[in-house]
T-cell receptor, first 114, second 115 residues
Framework: AQSVTQLGSHVSVSEGALVLLRCNYS??????LFWYVQYPNQGLQLLLK??????LVKGINGFEAEFKKSETSFHLTKPSAHMSDAAEYFC????????????FGKGTLLTVNP | DAGVIQSPRHEVTEMGQEVTLRCKPI?????LFWYRQTMMRGLELLIY????????DSGMPEDRFSAKMPNASFSTLKIQPSEPRDSAVYFC?????????????FGPGTRLTVL
């Protein structure tokens, strides 16, 4: 069975500061990993995905994530936070192949202070 | 592409009433997922379909919940009778075997309030 743990349900940073949102996963097979973002009163949008092509994945809006197999981690980072980054972020894992289910973490709410 | 379409966006009903949520997936997608999001439980997968056939309904909370997909462009999630604890945001998402990496595209959600 696959699972996702997001450390920290709420992260607060200052505008211009580094954003680091943590995600650890467990999977019995090499996983596909995703980060989704949810802005208030909206659905989830895909930020980026890891599909085994490269360990450092770049996504939209300046976000990137690094897959570390030895640490079973897929942390999301952005060098400089912007006010518009305030949202909830979800890490998700899929086993791929014929298994189309995504297992989501509980989410991390990012607050950006001026 | 219009994206995944859900209706209604907001629904307020009284306990005991029947509620029907609707979803139109992205054209050409052959997987459809229903999720429920609450503060307490986060994002939960309720059921998903492949080519209009239910594949996994293990997340459906109880017999009051039912989902159908009569054709490739339409699905419903019905709650009968509704209870206050069903209050949540319900999301529909779709995906395609051609996406390869199982990426799902989400609709805007239906916010359900049961009084």
């Amino acid at each position: 069975a696959q699972s996702v743990t997001q450390l920290g349900s709420h992260v607060s940073v200052s505008e211009g500061a580094l954003v680091l949102l943590r995600c650890n996963y467990s999977s019995s097979v090499p996983p596909y990993l995703f980060w989704y973002v949810q802005y208030p009163n909206q659905g989830l949008q895909l930020l980026l995905k890891y599909t085994s092509a490269a360990t450092l994945v770049k996504g939209i809006n300046g976000f990137e994530a690094e897959f570390k197999k030895s640490e079973t981690s897929f942390h999301l980072t952005k060098p400089s936070a912007h006010m518009s980054d305030a949202a909830e972020y979800f890490c998700a894992v899929s086993e791929g192949g014929s298994n189309y289910k995504l297992t989501f973490g509980k989410g991390t709410l990012l607050t950006v202070n001026p | 592409d219009a994206g995944v379409i859900q209706s209604p966006r907001h629904e307020v009903t009284e306990m005991g009433q029947e509620v029907t949520l609707r979803c139109k997936p992205i054209s050409g997608h052959d997987y459809l997922f229903w999720y429920r999001q609450t503060m307490m439980r986060g994002l939960e997968l309720l059921i998903y379909f492949n080519n209009n056939v239910p594949i996994d309904d293990s997340g459906m909370p109880e017999d009051r919940f039912s989902a159908k997909m009569p054709n490739a462009s339409f699905s419903t999630l019905k709650i009968q009778p509704s209870e206050p604890r069903d209050s949540a945001v319900y999301f529909c998402a779709s995906s395609s075997i051609r996406t390869v990496y199982n990426e799902q595209f989400f609709g805007p959600g239906t916010r359900l309030t049961v009084l």
